[in-house]
């Protein structure tokens, strides 16, 4: 159980771009999903968190319109990197928790994202 | 806010020895403390964790301790397999939220 997806797992486009990966849960209901990125070799950054229905909450130095974030159901969060730049090259990590051992995150897999 | 520190960023061993990870935490009344293992460009894997109303907790060859006191936990792997090599992530919950602040991570190296 508590099994989370994203796609794509890898994706590479030119700068200007928007790219979109999607988070899914897909045994359980995820009240509240998490977005993270993670630079090669560094430790996971909390970018946003998102609750169904609701807007993201975004950290500290985190551009909202850059990262915009949709959670429209209790399975599927939603980023999109808008107008990609090579800085924004890095992997990015979604996580989601049912609320019931609401403390406990899961993770997906990772998209690797690559901005030529 | 909170802060998480751990320690040490790489440690190496020999297989069948043990490993020690530490982190420490800043907020008091932080209560949930997970470990996560994380394998090259794989996702986090959650392999143990603790709530603040237990000192101690074993799943086989992992353990994790927590001294609310010091406001320091530790993660204990006994018999290290070379499966065991990866990079290991504490994290304490943000009191109040349902969001993590990650330590540096530990990249432990278990020798053949």
């Known amino acids: 159980g508590a099994v989370v997806s994203q796609h794509p797992s890898r994706v590479i486009c030119k700068s200007g771009t928007s790219v979109k990966i999607e988070c899914r849960s897909l045994?359980?209901?995820?009240?509240?999903m998490f977005w993270y990125r993670q630079f090669p070799k560094q430790s996971l950054m909390l970018m946003a968190t998102?609750?169904?229905?609701?807007?993201?909450?975004?950290e500290q130095g985190v551009e909202k319109d850059k990262f915009l974030i949709n959670h429209a159901s209790l399975t599927l969060s939603t980023l999109t990197v808008t107008s990609a730049h090579p800085e924004d090259s890095s992997f990015y990590i979604c996580?989601?928790?049912?609320?019931?051992?609401?403390?406990?995150?899961?993770f997906g897999p990772g998209t690797r994202l690559t901005v030529l | 806010g909170e802060n998480v520190e751990q320690h040490p960023s790489t440690l190496s061993v020999q297989e069948g020895d043990s490993a020690v990870i530490k982190c420490t935490y800043s907020?008091?009344?932080?209560?949930?403390f997970p470990w996560y293992k994380q394998e090259l460009g794989k996702r986090p894997q959650l392999i143990i964790d603790?709530?603040?109303?237990?000192g101690e907790k074993k799943d086989q060859r992992i353990a994790v301790t927590l001294n609310k006191t010091a406001k320091h936990f530790s993660l204990h792997i006994t018999e290290t397999q070379p499966e065991d090599s990866a990079v290991y992530f504490c994290?304490?919950?943000?009191?109040?939220?349902?969001?993590?602040?990650f330590g540096t991570g530990t990249r432990l190296k278990v020798l053949a």
């Open positions: 603790i709530r603040s109303n237990v």
């Open positions: 045994d359980f209901q995820a009240t509240t």
């Open positions: 996580s989601a928790s049912d609320g019931l051992a609401g403390d406990t995150q899961y």
């Open positions: 998102s609750n169904e229905g609701s807007k993201a909450t975004y």
């Open positions: 994290a304490a919950i943000v009191p109040g939220t349902y969001k993590y602040i």
């Open positions: 907020d008091s009344a932080s209560n949930y």
